[in-house]
């Protein structure tokens, strides 16, 4: 913007009726996620509103009448403060300078359309499971801030994942909450004539009608697509409900609405994408669809896929073969089997596209081994998952029948700024001026930590002073609504957590391969740990197990359990209800990242990214991400650079590594201080983390690789 436009904008909402009018188109676009100022005002305008929906802006300015809104930005100093976000807002929306137009201006012209069967954008829209949903909508963030032109497609998840709570014997038990959309910041598409777009998929031999939802992140737009129309029968009607809820057969028509509806949908917004990019193999079937389009203009079957392949791009994130979408042929084919007559293939051609070997009827139809037909290029997550996966499909690309995906990597990352709360935030504007946020994937601008003259070791430890305790207060309010649930509210919550103590998190998804208990596989070890007086050390669990996974609700039941011993009561806690608001408190306030999966099963992982710019440590198995992350200097690694041979072997091995480690390095020395109290040796190890990580492992490096490696037209796009 320019000085007088700057100027202008600032006169028109001196207005009050305009100024809540930009409030309330600023509520609409989830920017504000990003942006600890705008919430600081959707925060108190109403407290209670803002905790009630779980920090929904909309939800606050639905909480209040007109008249109060507009007499509350008659008070100067507010409104003020609300015309600097609505200017910060304003200048964010209208930037032609930008990441893309200064490196990537061919792709400026058409979008990259991105598809995720989940997108976890904001605690209150909780329309994710887990990393994957996380990765995607820091994807979508990321292509915000960069000016890369992103539209994404998902499902609109009436019911959500589920809401956690842990019953008193430590069973999780679900509840699946309506969504309020009155609440939440999105609008219906509309056809010119303002009745809503309603669009159909076939599915077996009924036309199921669908709506779809615009939700604003930035400049990027999400189109939600939901089939709760009254237009469709009952067991129709529910099948966007529930973030992959349901069966198998649910799960193809899910993955049918997504991947064949999502593209219609785009053509019917004359959306014309340079690139469909697909997150994890569950949008695959948008490959059909293109399949079908280039089809019906009458281009025949050979040039019809090279042009398919040519506009799609995959990501894979699965390590383990069982762990990929996989339809019977015979349910493929009670689905599909209209669609595939449209499309004048036979039962074999139809099923070849998903299987590695054609010529096996008995094999199942695999949404991986379709992407990877039917995309130019294909990545892992990491360098070993990129690894790890070739290998996997080897016998795939052995085969010089049809042509497959090379799959390469690019590491994830995270969207710092979504990441950071307000002390974090405050303190890296003190130090690195006031954009620093649009610089930090470059490494230069953090060669500043290792100058104890401009940020000192004081300072950095105050820091984490501060995020401790506001972990350690939140935990203690979260465990009070929990133990007063369960009729034992009169538990002395002082005594829950300390501000002194070493603070280790442990949050993630409860998938079994994350081994959380494994640092109790020796119970007199633990305690032993958690009972020293002089070197008081305390755990934070939280997590969910998926609603089918008895195995994963087993782990927590045993955490739970652990907690209720009196040797951790209050040292070793567990956090119902892991959501990205738990999730943000948690990464801020550890001062020790732990991550225990059994490798190579994390592909990457993320959660530990979000740790270093708040002053956290990593202490983690050599999986995914950590793997290339860890330099001996900047956190801790357990077990060695090998994965295992027998897996049981491994946990020994590993827990016995845990062990050692923490004993040895790293509890000692957090509690080595100087005279003034200060880990000096500890900090050098943050100063190291922040410096090596942050640059790296953020989104918007990982978004640049993605534009540059892959979203750039074939000649521009490095192959392998
Ligand atoms: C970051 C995050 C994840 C991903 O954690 P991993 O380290 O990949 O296991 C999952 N859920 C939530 C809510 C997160 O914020």
């Known amino acids: 913007m320019r000085t007088e436009e700057r100027i202008q904008y600032l006169n028109k909402i001196k207005s009050p009726a305009i100024m809540t009018e930009e409030l309330r188109q600023m509520s609409r676009n989830l920017w504000w996620t990003w942006n600890r100022e705008a919430q600081e005002i959707f925060a108190n305008l109403s407290p209670l509103a803002w905790t009630a929906s779980n920090h929904s802006a909309v939800a606050v300015l639905n909480s209040l009448s007109s008249t109060e809104l507009k007499a509350r930005l008659m008070e100067k100093a507010f409104s003020e403060r609300v015309a600097d976000v609505l200017l910060v807002f304003r200048e964010y929306l209208t930037r032609d300078r930008t990441w893309c137009s200064a490196h990537a201006a061919p792709f400026l012209k058409s979008p990259v359309a991105y598809f995720s069967a989940e997108f976890a954008i904001h605690e209150s829209l909780p329309i994710y499971s887990g990393g994957l949903g996380v990765l995607a909508g820091d994807h979508a963030k990321s292509a915000s801030d960069l000016g ?56 077996q031999h009924t036309q199921v009608k669908f709506q779809a939802w615009r939700l604003n992140v930035g400049s990027t737009v999400l189109y939600l697509l939901d089939t709760e129309l009254m237009e469709n029968e009952d067991h129709y009607r529910d099948l966007t409900s529930r973030v992959y809820g349901g069966d198998t057969a649910t799960r193809v028509a899910q993955e049918i609405v997504i ?139 052995t085969q010089k029948t049809t042509p497959v995906a090379p799959i390469g990597h690019i590491t994830n990352g995270i969207h710092v700024r979504g990441w950071m709360t307000r002390p974090t935030q405050r303190f890296w504007k003190a130090h690195l001026g006031a954009d620093w946020e649009t610089r930090l994937m470059y490494p230069d601008l953090w060669k500043i930590i290792s100058d104890r003259d401009l940020i000192s070791d004081e300072e950095i430890w105050a820091l984490r002073y501060w995020l401790r305790r506001e972990l350690v207060e939140f935990a203690r309010k979260r465990l009070r609504g929990q133990f007063t649930r369960i009729g034992e509210g009169s538990k002395v919550f002082e005594k829950i957590l300390s501000p002194d103590a070493l603070t280790i998190g442990f949050a993630r998804r409860f998938a079994t391969y994350k081994r959380a208990p494994l640092i109790f596989s020796d119970l007199s070890r633990a305690i032993a740990i958690f009972n020293d007086a002089k070197l008081p050390v305390q755990l934070v669990f939280s997590g969910k197990a998926h609603p089918r996974d008895d195995r994963g609700k087993e782990f927590i039941q045993r955490i ?64 995914g991400w950590w793997r290339e992350g860890f330099d001996g200097t900047n956190g801790w690694s357990i077990g060695n650079d090998h994965s295992p041979e027998d897996p049981e072997g491994q946990d020994a091995a590993d827990a016995e590594s ?63």
């Open 148 to 203: 890369v032109p992103l539209v994404g497609i998902s499902l609109f998840y009436r019911q959500g994942y589920f809401q956690q709570q842990i019953a008193p014997h430590g069973w999780q038990e679900e509840h699946y909450p309506l969504l309020d959309r009155n609440e939440l910041p999105v609008d219906l598409v509309l056809q010119e004539d303002g009745s809503p777009l309603v669009l159909s998929v076939e599915l």
């Open 259 to 397: 991947g064949i509806g999502g593209v219609r949908l785009l053509r019917a917004l004359n959306i014309a994408p340079a690139v469909f990019h697909m997150n994890e193999g569950h949008s695959a079937f948008l490959t059909f669809e293109l399949l079908r389009e280039q089809l019906g203009k009458g281009v025949a079957l050979k040039a019809a896929e090279e042009w398919v392949r040519d506009h799609c791009v995959f990501t894979t994130h699965t390590p383990v073969p069982a762990g990929h979408d996989r339809f019977s042929p015979d349910h493929m084919e009670y689905v599909f089997g209209k669609f595939r007559t449209r499309l004048n293939l036979d039962v074999y051609q139809f099923l070849s596209y998903g299987r590695v070997n054609p010529d096996d009827s008995q094999e199942t139809f695999c949404m991986t081994v379709l992407a990877l037909k039917m995309a130019r290029a294909a990545n892992g997550v990491s360098e070993l998952h990129g690894e790890v996966s070739r290998k996997m499909w080897r016998s795939l690309h």
């Open 560 to 623: 739970h359990e652990i907690t209720r011993r009196n040797e951790f009561f209050g040292k070793v806690i567990f956090i119902e209800n892991y959501d990205i608001h738990v999730a943000r408190c948690l990464v801020s306030g550890s001062d020790v990242w732990l991550n225990t999966p059994r490798r190579p099963l994390e592909a990457s992982g993320t959660s530990g990214q979000k740790v270093s710019v708040h002053g956290g440590l990593n202490l983690s198995v050599l999986d």
């Open 658 to 720: 845990l062990y050692e480690t923490l004993t040895e390095s790293v509890i000692p020395l957090f509690f080595d201080r100087d005279e003034h109290g200060i880990p000096r040796g500890w900090i050098e190890k943050i100063r190291r983390a922040m410096q090596t990580l942050i640059p790296q492992y953020n989104t918007d490096r990982m978004v640049a690789e993605y534009v540059t490696k892959y979203y750039l037209p074939k000649k521009h796009v490095l192959r392998g």
